[in-house]
């Protein structure tokens, strides 16, 4: 009986994988491919000075449409920039504050426990002023989507000419890693977009490299904690468990060996 339950609980699940391959095959959807991303190593950790050239990016190329609402600028000090670089840059943006003593908001230069601010002060904003799509928040966009880095990498250097038989609206373009195709972001990602200040080249996969490897530490600001944590974990694992093992033989071997002889008394 339970050989017979075996052989028709596999059956099953082969059909309901092949059906499931079947389905993803007919969807038009590229899948992006898996690159090799440095900070997955066992002993890698997030390039800082890729994080920092992927905030310039999002500050001179993303932010024009898309917000991270969940990121303060105080959490970019220590991990892209220094404090007094970061409360430059929070300067440079205006913030509303208030109400002051006659009840009224006012703007003000930006404070290292502001968030950043968003390009448009609300949805209705966002949608009028991109005909009629919603750019998405970036903070945890890469958590968001299934192989996040590799998705957001491939849909930000994938924009090509529609094939035969595809219908775009005005005001779309075709990406085949965006669902249907038809995305209504433009392509903003090429050669040269920008100048980085360090003076790397700006290539198209160097700038959507950085800006992958930024949000993905948005999204993951504790990365490089709990790498170092799992090393330090395993680290101490590998000197305690062996102590322990000796302690307990030292301990427990003579006990558990201990033969007693009990020989009973008769009455007589």
């Keep these: 009986l339970l050989a017979c ?42 390039d800082h000075r890729s994080v920092r050239r992927g905030w310039e990016v999002y500050k001179n190329v993303c932010s024009a449409c898309h917000s991270l609402d969940f990121l303060a600028f105080r959490h970019l000090v220590g991990v892209t920039h220094t404090e007094e670089e970061v409360k430059a840059i929070a300067e440079e943006y205006q913030v509303q504050d ?9 703007m003000r230069p930006g404070k290292l426990s502001d968030t950043i601010p968003a390009p448009y002060p609300n949805e209705e904003a966002a949608r009028a002023a991109n005909n009629g799509a919603y750019p998405p928040d970036l903070t945890y966009i890469v958590n968001a989507n299934h192989n996040g880095e590799n998705y ?15 219908i775009l609206r005005e005001g779309q373009y ?18 040269e977009v920008l100048e980085y200040t360090d003076g790397t080249p700006a290539t ?13 530490w948005a999204a993951n600001a504790e990365f490089d904690d709990r790498k170092r944590m799992t090393i330090k974990v395993i680290g101490f694992g590998l ?10 033989r030292l301990k427990w071997t003579t006990i558990k060996n201990t033969k007693l002889l009990f020989t009973p008394r008769y009455k007589r």
Excluded: R
């Design 5 to 46: 339950l075996g052989v028709t609980a596999g059956g099953i699940s082969a059909l309901i994988y092949a059906l499931d391959q079947s389905v993803k095959a007919f969807d038009q959807l590229a899948h992006p491919p898996n690159y090799k991303w440095d900070f997955y190593g066992m002993f890698s950790s997030l």
């Design 98 to 106: 208030g109400p002051d003593d006659t009840g009224a908001y006012y």
């Design 152 to 166: 957001v990498f491939s849909l930000l250097t994938g924009y090509c000419d529609p094939p035969a038989g595809i």
């Design 174 to 191: 075709f990406n085949p890693y965006f669902v249907n195709g038809a995305l209504g972001m433009p392509q903003i990602i090429y050669n």
């Design 204 to 216: 198209a996969s160097q700038v959507a490299k950085d800006v992958v490897e930024f949000l993905m």
């Design 239 to 248: 000197i305690t468990i062996p102590l322990v093992v000796y302690w307990k």
